[in-house]
């Protein structure tokens, strides 16, 4: 059965830092979107991806964050100067492109900053 | 406002037991989707059940249904014989509109555990 895959599925790094977490969505999907949760707390949305351009952010996902979809199989989340409280699991999540546009999630990038 | 409340932070059942957890929302889009999953403590968020806005009759997927009262704003999530795999965090999420493009607004969860 397909699924999304993300790597690293731990990564630690220093404050100041930029990271990059990658993302393979299923292969015939059209929507990517990037969640984070951190410890303890609910899911909380980042941005969405489609065409190749973003079609909605929260206000999370501000001037540190940025995404790409190099090719055609990967997708990327770029923080370019990480701070403490970046510290969460990241999701990758893409659908179908149909109703009932159910998410599937990828198993999640642990990310630590100190 | 939240837009998705999960009032019970967490809940115990009997293996073999029915178990029902709440899930209220909030929206004012006529078109609106909600969807669980379910967070083992491996982490990984897995699809569980979806309900449609305009949907008649209550989902079901096997052991899972989920009990939409529209006029209630709730959409509570029924596990029938339960098992002690089913010990878990589970999610109720809500999608506005209807393009896929719509991202998911999630609630607090609930943390399930099976007793044996």
């Known amino acids: 059965e397909p699924e999304v895959t993300q790597t690293p599925s731990h990564q630690v790094t220093q404050m100041g830092q930029e990271v990059i977490l990658r993302c393979v969505p299923i292969?015939?999907?059209?929507?990517f979107y990037w969640y984070r949760q951190i410890l303890g707390q609910k899911v909380e949305f980042l941005v969405s991806?489609?065409?190749?351009?973003?079609?909605?952010k929260s206000e999370i996902f501000d001037d540190q964050f940025s995404v790409e979809r190099p090719d055609g199989s990967n997708f990327t989340l770029k923080i370019r100067s990480t701070k403490l409280e970046d510290s969460a699991m990241y999701f990758c999540?893409?659908?179908?492109?149909?109703?009932?546009?159910?998410?599937?999630f990828g198993p999640g990038t642990r990310l630590t900053v100190t | 406002a939240q837009k998705i409340t999960q009032t019970q932070p967490g809940m115990f059942v009997q293996e073999k037991e029915a178990v029902t957890l709440d899930c209220t929302y909030d929206?004012?889009?006529?078109?609106?989707?909600l969807f669980w999953y379910k967070q083992p403590s491996s982490g990984e968020m897995i699809f569980l059940i979806y309900?449609?806005?305009?949907?008649?009759q209550n989902a079901t997927e096997g052991r899972y249904s989920l009990n939409f009262q529209k006029a209630r704003k709730s959409a509570n999530l029924v596990i029938s014989a339960s098992q002690l795999g089913d010990s878990a965090m589970y999610f109720c999420?809500?999608?506005?509109?209807?393009?896929?493009?719509?991202?998911?607004?999630f609630g607090t969860g609930t943390r399930l555990t099976v007793i044996p």
């Open positions: 292969s015939n999907h059209l929507y």
């Open positions: 999540a893409s659908n179908s492109g149909t109703l009932p546009y159910e998410q599937y």
């Open positions: 929206t004012s889009d006529p078109s609106y989707g």
């Open positions: 999420a809500m999608r506005e509109g209807t393009t896929g493009a719509n991202n998911l607004f």
């Open positions: 309900q449609g806005s305009y949907d008649q």
């Open positions: 991806f489609y065409n190749n351009e973003i079609s909605e």
